[in-house]
């Protein structure tokens, strides 16, 4: 084949493929409505989100693990779903939403669909006369997934995040090692998730730490080191310091969660500094008696045997 040839069989390939990459029937997006809050009218939006900090939720947690979108006004606080129209300028033979994250999708609501039915790929498509494609997106997670829109001409790009419930299970508690008495320094840590395992970082009933042979303080969460805690001031005679950390959950085991985690609890030793010290000492001292014992026995052991040798030797040269 000459070299022309060849290049008009390149620019013929490239040709081809430039049509390939817009399906026929692929159509510009005149808008995306996000139903999200508790009116009927939506959001009407003419771009996808610039980032995760626009993200839309349902109005309310999914404690019975199912997905709920009420059309009705007086209903709309219990939508556990996100609502999606797709309005196309002109009929859209193939429209391909694509989800990430913790997000899925379900284009028809049923009264038995569940937080753990959906898909991460939608297909749909609109005609002449019904421009509008209509599909629901949900998010058990706090952080937030994508939710892409491709019409093969025009694409948006929408994150979902879900609602943090209510605190459910003591998490990953840090005790103090040690307690000294009179101390105050000692610090409990936990962190407090909700039944789906996100980071609870306001209480609905505030956690509790309650202690014998020490005062807790005030239980507050630290929004630098991302945790609760409570500062222990121990009493002046405390040999056993007791911990106890304690959330009122309200068990949601019957619709499919585990079990909470209701409460955590430890001892630790305590005890005066002083005493701790001369107790120490005293161990050093009896530690180094015997140490000096062990080496005394040992060079006089060790006395007895080079004479053995010596004489041994003296023995064998006669």
Sequence with gaps: MSKKLIAVAAAAALALT???????????????????????????LTAGHTDSDSAVTANTFAAARNVVFNTSVTNAATRTAVRFD????????????????????????ASTTKVTD????????????????????????STAGTVKVDTGTAAMTFFVKGIVGPEYNVATPVWPTSLPQSSTTGKVTFTLTDAYGNPVTSALN???????????????????????????????????????????????????????????????????????????????????????????????VAKKFNKLVKKSKRVALK
């Design 118 to 141: 959906g898909v991460q790929a939608l297909n749909g498509s609109t005609v002449a006369g019904a421009l509008t494609y209509t599909f629901y997106a949900w998010n058990t997670s």
């Design 206 to 300: 505030a956690p509790t730490v309650t202690a014998l042979g020490a005062t807790p303080g005030a239980v507050s969460y630290n929004s630098t080191t991302k945790v609760w805690e409570s500062t222990l001031s121990v009493s002046a005679s405390a040999q056993t310091v007791a911990l106890q950390i304690a959330i009122q959950p309200n068990d949601l085991s019957t619709a499919g969660f585990a079990e909470p985690v209701g409460s955590a609890f430890t001892s630790v030793a305590s005890g005066s500094l002083t005493a701790q010290v001369t107790a120490l000492t005293a161990q050093v001292k009896a530690l180094t008696a015997t140490v000096a014992g062990l080496t005394a026995d040992y060079n006089s």
């Design 86 to 109: 797709v309005n196309t300028a002109a009929a859209a033979s193939s429209i391909n939403i694509t989800a990430t994250g913790g997000v899925r999708m379900i284009a028809t609501i």
């Design 18 to 44: 430039g049509l390939v990459a817009v399906p026929a029937g692929a159509t510009a997006i005149t808008n995306v409505t996000i139903y999200s809050s508790g009116n009927n009218s939506g959001t009407a």
